[in-house]
């Protein structure tokens, strides 16, 4: 190839790559989710907004970067949902995403359901993924959708709505103690 066509053909590509990379969202994988976001700015705020409270000194010390940070605590809420719901599903794997405010989430949800809600997360048991807005990461609201996940592995036969909310909301209440 001439050299002039080279470098047209490179810089094609980088546009490309510049142009693609937002839309497709980036991804990291703990030992239980497969987390997609948005951009760097939407994991930073999710990390800064879930505060772990008393369950931070159970984290993960020598986490450098924001990804293993959210890895860390993702896994750690996993588990104490576990720990708190006496439920041990195995193996546990679903997919998190994290949109960067709830219009996000409303819009998912509307795809998925056809249905207009006012919700801040849901975890939509046929993709398997829980939907989170980085404006709303707080540790109770993470634990509660976890809380379904692990419901919904545990049980052979999903149970009753109701059921699957009181238990997503022990979990909730359960998981800082
Ligand atoms: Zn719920």
Not at 5 to 27: D, N, T
Not at 82 to 103: A, G, R, W
Not at 122 to 151: C, M, Q, W
Request: proline share 5%; glycine share 4%; charged share 25%.
């Amino acid at each position: 190839m001439h050299l002039e066509r080279i470098k047209y053909f490179i810089s094609a590509l980088l546009l490309l790559l510049v142009v693609s990379g937002p839309l497709y969202g980036q991804e990291i994988r703990t030992r239980y989710a497969t987390i997609t976001y948005t951009d760097m700015e939407s994991l930073r705020k999710f990390n800064n907004k879930l505060y772990m409270g008393r369950l931070k000194y159970l984290l993960n010390k020598k986490s450098e970067t924001i990804e293993d940070e959210v890895k860390s605590k993702i896994d750690l809420i996993v588990e104490k949902v576990e720990t708190v719901l006496d439920m041990y599903p195995s193996p546990l794997k679903f997919n998190i995403v994290i949109h960067p405010s709830k219009q996000g989430i409303q819009t998912d949800y509307q795809r998925l359901y056809k249905r207009t809600v006012n919700y801040i997360a849901f975890f939509s048991p046929g993709t398997n993924t829980v939907f989170y807005s980085a404006d709303n990461a707080k540790l109770r609201v993470v634990a509660h959708e976890i809380g379904h996940v692990v419901a919904e592995k545990y049980f052979a036969i999903s149970p009753p709505p109701k059921i699957h909310e009181v238990l997503a909301q022990y979990a909730e209440t359960h998981v800082s103690d």
